[in-house]
């Protein structure tokens, strides 16, 4: 009891004057009329900073607690369990990156969940571009721009190496479909995270790194780090003289990272679409927004029809790249 209250306390997301709102009870009563947002990940990060301005809003909208709990473990798996066995009546939600949802189904072996039945989409959240850039290891006083890499690439064959986070990560397929789209050779060096392999490229021991921009950006400013293209269909508001990989001739390396908002299967559609209304209204302030922007990230408008369509169509995608490349998990 005593640890369920002291968790209560350290991830409640409202002030004194919010939690003067609710009647006097014992925090045990509180536990069972609140709001509860899952992360599935450590704190701190594009989804803990998304689930803890979800918790805030939506506690002032129905005058109640809201907390977030961040549960790591398994991948994300243990978190999206704990939404997936929540009753389907909007009190506990789930946000989630775009992997869980659209590239673990096909990479995971035995994956524990059938996204389809076991979920209800509600909205996506906000999206973060993601960026090719080369290191020192890449000589990048000598390397001008995308078309030098290119010909550099072709001209030798496996000379060139990228990190990512990680087999199947979504970078790790942004380089894949980047390798197949450009005609080029390059070595996958795979790391357990986004830290490790952008030290090790910042240190000139791998060349190049496909990662999201929120983590690299203020490399790229600085000079540390040379962007060669941004893997989106548009320039970036965030960053908008980065040119993007197909207006410099290498189409179809279209990879956001993005994050979404689900809930437990049987939802009513009615709650569902309540629910998105809120999430877009919660982050649409001007304040939220420079907040969001701070860290790369841009809000999206998605209706639940919409986003459930978005989340079938990347799954199929994925699944393609992954058995195509034959792509098998850690």
Request: one cysteine or more; aromatic letters at 4%.
């Amino acid at each position: 009891m005593t640890d369920r209250i002291d968790g209560a306390r350290r991830a409640l997301v409202l002030g004194a004057g919010a939690l003067a709102c609710v009647p006097a009870a014992t925090w045990a009563q509180v536990a069972q009329d609140r709001i509860t947002v899952v992360a599935p990940f450590p704190p701190g990060g594009p989804v803990d900073t998304l689930a803890r301005l979800l918790a805030d809003g939506l506690s002032r909208r129905a005058n109640k607690p809201a907390l977030v709990e961040n549960v790591p473990g398994g991948a994300g798996n243990i978190g999206i369990e704990r939404v997936k066995r929540a009753r389907p009546d909007g009190q506990t939600l789930l946000v989630i990156p775009a992997g869980n949802l659209t590239i673990n189904p096909t990479l995971m072996t035995n994956f524990p969940f059938d996204i389809e039945r076991d979920f209800t989409a509600v909205t996506m959240l906000a999206t973060a571009p993601n960026v090719l850039v080369a290191g020192p290891g890449a000589k990048v006083k000598d390397l001008k721009d995308l078309k030098d890499l290119l010909a550099q690439a072709k001209a030798r064959p496996g000379a060139f190496s990228f990190a990512s986070p990680g087999v199947g990560s979504g970078l790790h397929l942004a380089g894949e479909l980047f390798k197949q789209q450009a005609g080029v050779d390059l070595l996958h060096v795979p790391y357990k995270g986004t830290g490790p392999a952008l030290n090790d490229v910042l240190g000139g021991n791998v060349p190049l790194m496909f990662s999201n921009l929120p983590a690299t950006l203020g490399h790229i400013r600085s000079g540390k780090l040379l962007a060669l293209g941004i893997t989106d269909k548009v320039r970036t508001p965030v960053a908008p003289e980065i040119p993007t990989l197909m207006e410099q001739g290498v189409p179809g390396v279209v990879v956001t990272s993005w994050y979404g908002l689900m809930a437990p299967a049987g939802t009513p559609p009615e709650l569902a679409a309540r629910l998105a209304r809120d999430a877009q209204e919660i982050l649409s302030p001007p304040q939220v927004q420079e907040q969001l922007k701070s860290q790369g990230l841009q809000t999206v408008r998605m209706t639940p029809a919409e986003y459930a369509a978005h989340i079938k169509a990347e799954t199929a995608t994925w699944a393609g790249v992954i058995r195509s490349r034959n792509i098998k998990a850690e």
